[in-house]
């Protein structure tokens, strides 16, 4: 373990040495994905980012439980506390279950996480799967007094809870300009204040995802003193904030090292995240808060909700208007690395064919490290490169600088089998080590095969032709979704419908 690894801590706004509390134990909690939709380019980037987090703790002995959520319900459109479930929506688009959309695009998620050599984390709670502790944890905020009841939904009283703490101290807001520039929505008049937040939300009729819960909300009291309750049976669902809170402490105990994220959560969010615990306990929950920056296009945010989005099997296959190729999923995850994590990053075809070349140059000198031959005497100091390339991994994960320092590596490696550089069999040992330490254990790069990117460029084509097919079908288009079917029919290619989308094999 390295105690000089430091991170930017965006609670302090500044960077800190990582001390975990029960060392060498880390609990690292990171939000998942919404899964109703494929995984685009913005999904990859926290993804990457915290899983180089995860390879680095474990490369410094440290024995990590990382922990990363898959919202399956409660998080509704427009990230608000009215309208529609997204899971829902999408699972009434396509007649189906919301359970087949969850598990459906759980699949997709995991096999381009797969590609792009992410690890698993080591639990992937759903949120649906701990509707028992949301219940629970609203209970006791109810009993410490900052929730109140309307129209069977439990809202978090923000006013009432920043007079005893801060609200805001995560992303900045101060609570007068929220109360001075938050609109109230359709809806949403029953909120003692717009900036309030949903707990606990009582369903609509039509709304199908749904659970029974009790809650007692002290109200004031009778003549007699004793205590007044308003009652609520609530059949709902659990606001969007709590399952992260829930889960988190669950897994990980109270308190616990690091949760992290994307830019876009820190509010309301994680904002609303850290106001529930303390709330809750008294005391704040989390102790390093760490967010990634935004992937943009033509200088905006990727994302659904924008509709500028790309998916990764977007990427993959080259079938975009955007794109002039298709990128494999390594050019993706070392075009995510060659940035800094809190850097925005702009996508551009440009960017990803020059992380293109920069990675065939970085992985190919590897077949060219294995022959080198060693000698009596060394030129080069080893010890100077890995210095360099951990005091950048260990400044807040500065990959672009370690990838930098990798490249002259590169020169290196390259001169010795010039013979302008020498190195010693020890040396050149250390440098093997070095090398594939950092590009493949620690990066999490991986060599790509012609052979590989060709069955997988097939399965991809394959896998898009199906996912035109299918929106042919949801929009009832039979002509086009059957003569699809049948032009791969005759390919060798069987296609068979399930609930949840489609299955083929090449025969």
């Known amino acids: 373990m390295d105690s000089s690894f430091v991170i930017y801590n965006t609670l302090s706004r500044s960077k800190e040495v990582f001390q975990p509390l029960h060392a060498p134990h880390v ?194 009291r009778y003549e007699n003193g004793k205590i007044k309750y308003q009652r609520i049976n609530s059949d709902g669902f659990p606001g969007w904030h709590l399952e992260c809170s829930a889960m988190s402490t669950k897994y990980l105990g109270n308190p616990f090292d690091i949760h992290g994220g994307g830019m876009d959560l820190m509010f309301p969010h994680h904002e609303c995240e850290i106001a529930q615990n303390v709330a809750a306990e008294g005391h704040e929950a989390v102790r390093y808060w760490i967010h990634n920056n935004m992937i943009t296009i033509d200088g905006q945010k990727m994302g659904k909700s924008l509709g500028n989005f790309i998916t990764l099997e977007e990427f993959f296959t080259g079938m975009h208007k955007s794109l002039t190729q298709a990128y494999s999923p390594m050019t993706i995850r070392f075009f995510i690395l060659q940035a800094h994590y809190r850097s925005t990053l702009d996508f551009s075809n440009e960017a990803l064919q020059a992380a293109e070349k920069g990675l065939q140059r970085l992985l190919k000198v590897g077949e060219t490290l294995n022959k080198l031959k060693p000698t009596d005497k060394s030129t080069v100091n080893i010890g100077k490169i890995e210095k360099a390339c951990f005091d950048a991994l260990n400044d807040d994960l500065n990959s672009p600088v370690a990838i930098s320092v990798l490249f002259e590596t590169v020169r290196v490696i390259n001169c010795v089998n010039e013979n302008k550089e020498t190195l010693t069999n020890a040396d050149l040992d250390r440098l093997k080590v070095f090398y594939n330490t950092v590009v493949y254990d620690i990066l999490g790069l991986q060599q790509e095969s012609a052979e590989t990117g060709n069955n997988e460029l097939t399965n991809n084509l394959i896998d898009f032709i199906l996912q035109l097919r299918q929106n042919a079908k949801i929009n009832k288009d039979f002509d086009t979704s059957d003569n699809i079917r049948d032009a791969l029919s005759k390919m060798g290619i069987t296609v068979k419908d399930t609930k949840g989308g489609f299955e083929w094999e090449i025969n």
């Open 27 to 220: 609990g690292l909690y990171v939000c998942g994905p919404t899964v109703y939709g494929d995984p685009h380019l913005g999904h990859a980037r926290p993804a990457i980012t915290f899983d180089l987090l995860f390879r680095y703790l474990s490369f410094l002995n440290y024995k990590v439980r990382y922990v990363r959520n898959i919202t399956d319900v409660g998080h509704l459109v427009n990230d608000a506390d009215e309208g529609e479930d997204k899971i829902e929506k999408k699972a009434r688009l396509d007649d189906i279950e919301p359970m087949e959309v969850v598990q459906y695009y759980t699949n997709r998620y995991h096999k381009f996480m797969d590609k792009l050599n992410v690890l698993s984390p080591s639990i992937e709670p759903h949120a649906s799967g701990h509707i028992i502790e949301q219940i629970e944890l609203v209970k006791t905020i109810i009993k410490h007094g900052f929730a109140y009841g309307a129209n069977g939904s439990v809202y978090f009283d923000v006013k009432k809870y920043n007079e005893q703490y801060t609200y805001g101290k995560l992303s900045g807001r101060v609570l007068e300009d929220l109360q001075a520039n938050t609109r109230t929505l359709d809806g949403q008049d029953e909120k003692r204040n717009s900036f309030d937040f949903a707990l606990w939300k009582k369903a609509n009729p039509g709304h199908i995802m749904r659970w029974k819960a009790r809650f007692s909300i002290p109200v004031g």
